[in-house]
C-alpha cells in the first residue's frame, strides 16, 4: 500500500521564516523543514495500480501558476482540543481552484471526492497532550506575513510513519501550466 497525498513546498526562504516561529508552545511537535508543505489532496493509502494511475491523472491537471503569501496563523482542533498549529496562506481563491481541480481529477479515477472544507494552510506543529501556551503563540503570530512567493508545480508525495513522525517522499513533481 502506498500512502499518497498531493502538495506544494514553499521556498526556503519562506520555509526557514516559517521554521523560525517553533518553540514556545507545551505540547508541541514542531515540523521539520522536509516536512513543511501545503497540501492540495489528501488521496490515503492505495494499492500500486491506482497510485500509478493517480500519478497519470495529476499529470494531466492544467492551471496557471500563481503566487501566494503567509498571512497570520491558527490552531486545528478535535473535540476542542488543539491539535496542530498553522500558518496560513492568502489569497485563498487559487489555491483552493487548484484544490478543487486535483479533487477533480482524482474523482474521476474513483476515488471519493474531498468531504472536508480546504482551508490553505501550512502545518506548523502537532500536538497530542493539551498544549500550553496557544494563546500566546496565536497573539504573537498573528499578524505573520511575507512577500509573496511563486506557486509553479505540485508535488505527489508518499507518507511513510514511523516512530519520529511521518516522513515525505516526493514521487512525482508537475509543473503549473495552461
Known sequence: ???LFVG????SAIRAQLLALAGGVSGARWQK???LHCTLRYIGEVERPVAEDVATALGAVRFAPFELALAGVGEFDSRGRPNALWAGLRPHDKVAQLHQKIDQAMVRLG???ERRAYLPHIT???MNAPAGANARFLDTHAGLASAPFPVDSFLL???HLGREGASYEAIGRYPLRV
Open 1 to 3: 500500500m502506498h500512502r
Open 8 to 11: 506544494f513546498r514553499p521556498p
Open 33 to 35: 523543514d522536509d516536512q
Open 111 to 113: 476515488l471519493p471526492p
Open 124 to 126: 506548523l506543529a502537532r
Open 157 to 159: 508525495y508518499e507518507s
